[in-house]
């Protein structure tokens, strides 16, 4: 069982930077590929980030040259860097491992 807890959401105006972390237990973090998720009001969960256990990355297209997601297993916390937010940026987004464990989700809200 892998437990991750989110952090680092919040309100922030069009143009503003967050960095999420999510904080992993109860496995070996090295081994997990992480992925970070988003979903908006009404709409499905979707895919924002991904980073294997060899570190390599995926962005979705709509946050590539804005976003990056890295890994630090010696503190077994996986990152999303967002710059340049822009309002459709604004959603609940979730840590998750191994696509099977869940973190509770973080919110993030972007004023324009």
């Not at 967050?18 to 997990?32: H, M, V």
């Not at 491992?97 to 972007?110: E, M, N, S, Y």
């Amino acid at each position: 069982q892998v437990h991750l807890v989110e952090s680092g959401g919040g309100l922030v105006q069009a143009g503003g930077s967050l960095r999420l972390s999510c904080a992993a237990s109860g496995s070996i973090f090295s081994t997990n590929d992480m992925g970070w998720y988003r979903q908006a009001p009404g709409k499905q969960r979707e895919l924002v980030a991904f980073i294997t256990s060899g570190g390599t990355t995926r962005l979705a297209d709509s946050v590539k040259g804005r976003f990056t997601i890295s890994r630090d297993n010696a503190k077994n916390t996986v990152y999303l860097q967002m710059n340049n937010l822009k309002p459709d940026d604004t959603a609940v987004y979730y840590c998750n491992a191994d696509l099977i464990f869940w973190g509770q989700g973080t919110q993030v809200t972007v004023s324009s």
